[in-house]
Every structure is written in structure tokens, then in C-alpha cells.
């Protein structure tokens, strides 16, 4: 395909978007009928519609409309490139510019240049020390990352293998078990250090949020609403012990028995828990606003009515969860959430009722420290 092509080929994905189709549903429809496609091509009409998801609104108003086409040129325009040199109707690329969307568009205003909701800037504002840079990072693609397996090997063999295929890496600052792939991750899933669980695709952030934890070996540790277990695993590579997953909904696990037998971790997945433990970690469902590089349609489909509702389920998580705690345990709350509305204001109500309960940490991770979002407070009934 012809880069006019991939942008045409982006131009109707976008427009099955916009009429409410999830992106990789509306990606996996043009792919099964476009056969002509090499993985290079299928590669770039992703990132051409997930660039666009991410700075909508800047792109909009580059492009002067919120149709596919419109997206794309408002995309081209905001890169610098020279729409007429795609949209000439050639090679199956878009059909020339008319003289309507040659005059439409201009420079985004600070909100749109921030590509967020209206809405949602002043709750930003309350939460963050300063609204634009996080919000421009963003709008950026996010970097891939890799958690070191300390069960299975270090940092230097982890690299030495990955740089054997062609995957190069760095380490990063957030955490001593994190590398960021520098070259080749689309290569990672088929590693010989991944298929041995070496290393694993874990943000840096999510790593430094178990790094905080005060694990030590023979706790008896309960990852409460574990998904699809990747903090599970980082705190059995941490505990080299066992670790207990469960999570309201099963299936969110199917595929931890295989993931935690190729990283040589113990975990056991469990229906209710049993007893007390020392550590309990709710990762609770939240709006993930930290990780909207990754998922940016959830920035769009965020409501104040569901920013309430789940406002409503974490603190519910949270007085489940407290139930299982030994006396002198700690419950670490986690989102990947840079709303206040999320974070400090959940953890506050749930200290309402509990005088004697106690703040040990809190920490919150921004993306602009190079990983995603997260926020964490440790709470024990003793600090």
C-alpha cells in the first residue's frame, strides 16, 4: 500500500469509529477485507487511527470536521505534511481536497490542543500540580515496557537475549526490573526471553507501584482484584513465595495458570478468599486516565456519571477487601488514574469511618516520568 492508501484505509476505519464501533473491532473488520495488506501496511493504518483517537480534538479542528476524512487531513496538517501530496485521488489513495476543506480548519485552542473533554480540565486541574504537560504526554504514543523476571534471569541476560533478535532495550528509572524497548517490539511476543518468561510487557509505572509495596517472604499476600495478574506475578517474582489472585470476574484470569507456569511464579487463583492476610492489593477499576496512550477511546466515552459510579465501586472494593487484613497487615490501593476524584478522594472516605486507620505511603505516577498513570496509598490500621 501506498502511504496515501494507508491514510484512505485509516480515513474509513475512523469513520466506523465515529458511528460507535471500538477501534480494534472497526481495525479488525478493514483487515479481513483487505487482504492486499502486508503487516507494514496493517502496522501504519493503526497508527494513523490510534494517533488520531488520541489528539481528536486538535485534529478536528485542524481538519475542520469530525469525520474520517476531515481527521486525517487535520492530522496531516498538524504534523506539517502536505495534504495535497495524499489526497489525490491516485492509487487508491483519498480523493482530492475541495475547495470547502481546503478553507476549513484552523489552529486549536488551548482546550483542544490539550485533546481532552471540557469537562474533565477542571478535575485535572484540581488534581495535578499543572494540567498541560501531562495532558500533551498524553497525546503521545506510549513506550513499551518490559518487566524483568528475577525468577527466571537480570537485567543483563534479559538484554543480552532480547538483543540477540533484534530487540533493543534500555533500562528506566522508574524501575530496576524495567526496560524500555527502544527497537523491534513488535518482535517481543515471539523472543525466546519471552516465551521462557524472562521478561514480561508490564508498564514501568505498574512495576514501581509493587516496587513501593513492604512485601518480605512468608506474608501471605492477596492481589484482590488481580485481572489479568501481571502485578500478581511482579510481587511473586519480589516474594519468591506464593500469591494468591482473585477477582470479582473469573474469566478476567483464564490466562494466568499459563503466564505465572512460564514465569516459574506461584499463584494460586481463588474464588473468595480465606482468612487474613499481611498484604491485600486492590488494582481497582477505574477510568485509567493515566494509561489513555494506550486506550485513548476511554478519554472520549468518560462521563461524570461513570467517574460517580466508580468513585462508588472502589470504595466498595476497598471495605470488601479490609475484611481480610491481619491487625498489623497493609491494604495498598492502586489505580491508573490521575483523577484526585479516584484517588485521594476514595482513600478519604474510606478513612472517614476508620479513625484508627492510617496513610504508611502515597505516591502518585504521572506519565510525564515516562510511564503511564498510577497512583498508589498504602494504609494499615497501625502507622
Request: negative net charge.
Amino acid at each position: 500500500m501506498t502511504p496515501a492508501a494507508r491514510c484512505q484505509a485509516a480515513i474509513e476505519v475512523l469513520d466506523r469509529v465515529t458511528t460507535g464501533i471500538a477501534a480494534e473491532q472497526a481495525l479488525t473488520n478493514w483487515a479481513r477485507g483487505a487482504r492486499f495488506a502486508g503487516s507494514k501496511d496493517r502496522a501504519a493504518v493503526r497508527d494513523h487511527v490510534y494517533t488520531v483517537i488520541r489528539c481528536q480534538r486538535s485534529c478536528a479542528a485542524h481538519g475542520g470536521g469530525e469525520a474520517g476524512r476531515a481527521l486525517i487531513l487535520g492530522l496531516l496538517r498538524a504534523e506539517g505534511a502536505d495534504p495535497a501530496d495524499v489526497f489525490t485521488g491516485e492509487g487508491y489513495g483519498p480523493e482530492p481536497l475541495t475547495d470547502a476543506e481546503l478553507s476549513a480548519g484552523r489552529t486549536p485552542d488551548s482546550a483542544e490542543a490539550m485533546d481532552m473533554p471540557d469537562w474533565l480540565l477542571p478535575r485535572l486541574k484540581a488534581s495535578l500540580p499543572e494540567v498541560e504537560p501531562t495532558a500533551l504526554a498524553l497525546r503521545e504514543r506510549a513506550p513499551v515496557f518490559l518487566r524483568v523476571n528475577r525468577l527466571r534471569g537480570t537485567v543483563d541476560v534479559a538484554q543480552e537475549s532480547l538483543l540477540a533478535e533484534g530487540i533493543a532495550t534500555q533500562p528506566h528509572a522508574l524501575s530496576p526490573s524495567a526496560l524500555e524497548v527502544t527497537e523491534g517490539a513488535r518482535r517481543v511476543h515471539l523472543s525466546r526471553a519471552y516465551a521462557e518468561g524472562l521478561v514480561e510487557l508490564q508498564d514501568a509505572a505498574s512495576q514501581a507501584v509493587v516496587d513501593q509495596l513492604p512485601l518480605r517472604a512468608g506474608m501471605r499476600v492477596l492481589d484482590y482484584c488481580a485481572g489479568g495478574g501481571g502485578k500478581a506475578l511482579a510481587m511473586a517474582a519480589r516474594l519468591s513465595g506464593p500469591v494468591e489472585a482473585h477477582d470479582a470476574d473469573p474469566r478476567r484470569m483464564s490466562d494466568l495458570p499459563k503466564r505465572a507456569e512460564r514465569a516459574g511464579a506461584q499463584i494460586a487463583r481463588i474464588d473468595r478468599p480465606g482468612g487474613l492476610y499481611d498484604l491485600i492489593l486492590c488494582d481497582a477499576p477505574c477510568s485509567g486516565s493515566g494509561a489513555w496512550r494506550r486506550s485513548p477511546e476511554g478519554k472520549w466515552a468518560l462521563t461524570e456519571a461513570r467517574l460517580q459510579e466508580l468513585q462508588d465501586i472502589q470504595l466498595g472494593i476497598l471495605r470488601e477487601a479490609s475484611a481480610y487484613l491481619t491487625t498489623d497487615g497493609h491494604l495498598a490501593y492502586v489505580t491508573c488514574s490521575i483523577l484526585s476524584d479516584e484517588n485521594d478522594t476514595v482513600i478519604d472516605r474510606f478513612l472517614a469511618d476508620r479513625p484508627d486507620w492510617r496513610v504508611a505511603d502515597r505516591r502518585q505516577f504521572l506519565p510525564v516520568e515516562g510511564g503511564d498513570g498510577f497512583f498508589l496509598a498504602l494504609m494499615s490500621a497501625d502507622a
